[in-house]
């Protein structure tokens, strides 16, 4: 995960987010791979995907409310805030995919290891189906580092308005907690639920 901009934030914004990072809450990271697949999908649609849905939902509020500030009142946040209610948009989509394709792959493909299903005797599509899972996990990993490095290299110090600056500060909290998710979230999905799947795939003969 790209890490805070320093240069760009002021002494009070560095010392808030030092604060937050100590005393926002965000779910242990559990990688115990003793546990089976569908217990580590489980796990993560409730403590990181739907959690994930949320903030971008609470985000994208956020930075609508000082968009539309902005509008009317020209400020150096405008940049920060733009790319904020597109980022939250298709990260919650990304999310929401995961919930409603991906999860039940998982507990699909767990179900066809235990009965032994053999995806040779299978068409050619069901080879290709299973390959884009993993593919799209890895997309949404990509999607969100490059978006948050240039989210971070866009912030600044708020100008103007005591309303636009409060409005701003809580939009990078957001933010902030949102990289954190992501952050755990991409630990567990790299280290424990694709190889998982991986490994289930080739236990029922599918070619990588």
Do not use: W
Request: hydrophobic share 35%; glycine share 4%.
């Amino acid at each position: 995960m790209s890490q805070i901009s320093l240069t760009k934030v002021s002494a009070a914004e560095e010392v808030f987010g030092l604060f937050a990072a100590l005393t926002m809450i965000v779910p242990d990271i559990d990688i115990d791979k003793t546990r089976s697949l569908g217990d580590v999908a489980l796990m993560l649609q409730e403590s990181y995907y739907k959690p994930l849905c949320t903030l971008c939902d609470e985000a994208g509020d956020i930075a609508l409310q000082l968009r539309a500030r902005e509008i009317d009142q020209p400020s150096v946040t405008e940049i920060y805030t733009v790319l904020c209610i597109n980022f939250t948009k298709h990260l919650r989509q990304y999310q929401q995919q995961k919930i409603g394709s991906t999860i039940p792959y998982i507990f699909s493909l767990a179900e066809k290891q235990e009965e032994k299903h053999d995806c040779l005797n299978c068409n050619h599509n069901c080879q290709a189906n299973h390959g884009l899972h993993v593919s799209f996990l890895i997309e949404s990993h990509d999607f969100a580092r490059t978006h948050l490095t240039r989210l971070n290299n866009v912030a600044v110090t708020p100008e103007g308005e005591p309303e636009n600056a409060e409005l701003y500060r809580q939009l990078r909290d957001k933010m902030y907690q949102i990289e954190r998710y992501l952050l755990d979230n991409r630990f567990i999905e790299e280290t424990v639920l694709i190889p998982g799947i991986q490994s289930a795939q080739k236990a029922i003969n599918i070619r990588h």
